[in-house]
């Protein structure tokens, strides 16, 4: 006799217990089908050009057929450095044949310093071809060339990243750039760091760019040294058979159907076209097997099919993601919660890394961050040695918990990672077993909110309520161990900040229920809020004592100076569908913004939470006291010109007082 399936979210069941789900779910997940994926993928991916990527989309639309998901899809974008979605551009096609770069002169000298493919990701993404017989170029090394200095015909040789000096060096003339970059956390002096965007979205200087590791790079400024020692240049030949052109890049999923055609769905993405198993061919593969391990699992009847749907998503890092948003607008809605599968394989004694979760940003407070802690959590109580650790936001996928996407997804990323971005990331750093039991706690993530109702819905306000308090105590703690350096009225302005994400995110359970069953579930919900409110209040006294001044019970409305009142006129809407990434200004306007900030669109934290908090509602003094409180300082000059320039060049419009009050 078939053993009765686990029923969550049936009427009247209850409470399903994560525990057991657990089980379940890790008695059918494969860590090691999960590594076999990840060598599969690997075998195309890690060539890093367009043409590789169409393999991959092709070898995963045949593994998501075959684990038995419904509606796959390999959908094409485009790849032109134009098109946008969003304000994301997908660079321009590439493909790269070969690549070689040697020393010329002096004769004496001569030697090849490395070659394409045999090296895989020497030559830079996105460089240009030369004409076959190749380019001489003297070459220089960057922390010797003068300011201003005219570069015309030479290379370079860098330290840093190609594309933080790229703008600087083509600028003034050089016609291509020699790296030896390592990442903060290598380990590794022969592995390549991988140069991914330094020209794009188009490639208009018709430059290229070769890296090498470390010790390779070493050896060349023992070259360049011994020729400046004979009186002579070193010159160096590059031959670079590539190819540019407006092509496409496909996006990949597939759909486990929930009950309910046409309803609600539960997102896992994962990105695609990187070169290294971990990152991120591991989430990848770990998204692909949670839909097997749930369709299998429904099979069998093990467990019932749920009522939403569980979506993979496999694509680009956040340009196909926004991508597939923006094409499916009538979808967003309908998604309820995401998770960010990013680097979720390593060894972690061999990478040197730590599990993170990625918190949705404050401005989108979540239940889902306590609910996949919690899954983590109880996994890892089955390996004591598993490291990981909660986190504050950080910018990848999971920037779809933007509210003006709104879909709650927290991310999952090792770091550091000693093999990070390198072609030293391949698949022997990857563990089976961190693959189970991250893949476990996600599959058991997907099924759980796919098939949570009303008795779900109230667990998980009551699971974010008890973290909730867990971080109050905490938050109270350091207010406490600040003693004078703090007064009582910024202690209770923090305490009623910490109050409002709790209960922003506790009540964030209430999409998870249909409109019959909101009062319900909103009575529990306020029940909760006013036991954290309890709470609040027996912690604003603890600091009283603690501070020998009472805390005030509600924040007072501050006297605000001339620049403060100004802020407060201006409020921000936001025009641009998803975070930013600035790929097209102009580079007058880009060197304008620069002015405003060192920080890039679209990976710098706090101008993507400052955009954020920009609800349309908000001022934009409002969203610098949010910002404070999240990040623990926040420059009104700053946000002012941050906004005006956002205004200048349509990213989003300012309506001041006097509009307002028309």
């Not at 684990?67 to 390999?74: F, I």
């Not at 094409?327 to 730590?354: F, K, T, W, Y």
């Not at 009062?519 to 600091?543: P, Q």
Request: net charge negative; aromatic share 6%; glycine share 8%.
């Amino acid at each position: 006799m078939a053993k009765k399936h686990l029923d969550v979210g049936k009427t009247g069941d209850g409470q399903m217990q994560l525990a057991e789900l657990l089980r379940i779910a890790g008695d059918e997940f494969s860590g090691e089908r999960c590594l076999q994926t990840v060598r599969g993928i690997f075998v195309s991916d890690s060539r890093g050009d367009y043409r590789a990527f169409r393999e991959t989309a092709q070898y995963l639309r045949g593994e998501l057929e075959a684990a038995g998901l419904a509606d796959v899809q390999v959908i094409p974008h485009p790849a032109d450095g134009v098109r946008k979605r969003g304000d994301w551009i997908v660079p321009q096609a590439w493909d790269a044949f070969k690549a070689e770069l040697s020393i010329a002169a002096p004769e004496g000298m001569r030697r090849t310093v490395v070659r394409h493919p045999e090296k895989r990701i020497c030559i830079a993404m996105y460089s240009a071809p030369t004409p076959s017989e190749g380019v001489e170029a003297e070459l220089l090394l960057w922390d010797d060339v003068a300011e201003g200095e005219d570069l015309t015909g030479k290379m370079v040789l860098t330290s840093e990243r190609v594309r933080s000096i790229a703008d600087q060096a083509l600028g003034r003339g050089a016609v291509g750039i020699v790296s030896d970059f390592a990442h903060p956390h290598a380990v590794a002096r022969d592995a390549r760091y991988w140069e991914n965007y330094c020209f794009g979205p188009r490639n208009t200087s018709g430059a290229f760019a070769f890296v090498l590791s470390l010790a390779e790079g070493e050896q060349l400024r023992r070259d360049l040294s011994r020729a400046r020692a004979q009186g002579e240049r070193l010159t160096m030949r590059a031959v670079v058979d590539t190819r540019l052109y407006d092509g496409e890049v496909d996006i990949v999923t597939g759909v486990l159907p929930g009950s309910e055609a046409g309803g609600q769905e539960v997102l896992l993405v994962a990105h695609l076209y990187e070169i290294g198993a971990n990152d991120n061919m591991s989430g990848a593969a770990l998204c692909l097997e949670a839909g097997r391990c749930l369709g299998r699992l429904i099979a069998d009847g093990k467990l019932r099919r749920p009522r939403r749907s569980v979506r993979i998503l496999l694509c680009f890092e956040q340009h196909g993601t926004i991508a597939f948003l923006d094409m499916h607008r009538e979808l967003v809605p309908r998604i309820v919660a995401g998770l960010n599968a990013d680097m979720v394989g390593e060894d972690q004694e061999l990478c040197g890394s730590v599990l993170q979760i990625d918190r949705t940003p404050p401005a989108s407070p979540s239940y889902t961050n306590d609910l996949i802690a919690r899954l983590i959590e109880l996994q890892s109580r089955r390996v004591p040695t598993f490291r990981w650790r909660e986190s504050c936001y950080m910018v990848h996928d999971g920037f779809i918990s933007d509210p003006m996407i709104d879909i709650p997804t927290p991310s999952l990323i090792h770091q550091p990672d000693r093999f990070y971005h390198s072609d030293a990331d391949t698949p022997d750093k990857v563990s089976p077993e961190t693959l189970q039991l991250v893949g476990t706690a996600a599959t058991a993530y997907a099924y759980y909110l796919a098939s949570a109702g009303l008795e779900e819905a109230k667990h998980l306000a009551a699971l974010t309520t008890s973290r909730a308090h867990r971080r109050l105590l905490d938050e109270s703690d350091a207010l406490a161990e600040r003693g004078t350096g703090i007064d009582a009225a910024e202690c209770a302005a923090r305490l009623a900040f910490v109050r409002s994400q709790e209960e922003r995110a506790i009540g964030s359970v209430q999409r998870l229920v249909p409109p019959e069953q909101k009062d319900d579930v909103e009575t529990h919900v306020s029940r909760l809020a006013g036991e954290l409110e309890l709470a609040v209040d027996l912690e604003r006294r603890r600091l009283s004592r603690c501070l020998g001044a009472d805390l005030p019970a509600e924040v007072e409305a501050p006297n605000l100076t001339p620049e403060e009142k100004q802020a407060q006129a201006m409020i921000p809407e936001r025009l641009v569908f998803g975070s930013l990434t600035m790929a097209d200004l102009p580079a007058a306007a880009r060197a304008e913004f620069a002015e405003v900030t060192s920080q890039t669109f679209p990976y710098a934290t706090e101008l993507c939470s400052a955009l954020f908090w920009a609800d349309g509602r908000r001022s934009i003094y409002e969203i610098r006291e949010l910002l404070a409180q999240e990040r623990g300082r926040a420059d009104l000059k700053f946000l002012v010109r941050f906004f005006e320039f956002l205004e200048m060049h349509a990213y989003c419009a300012l309506r001041r007082a006097e509009e307002n009050e028309r």
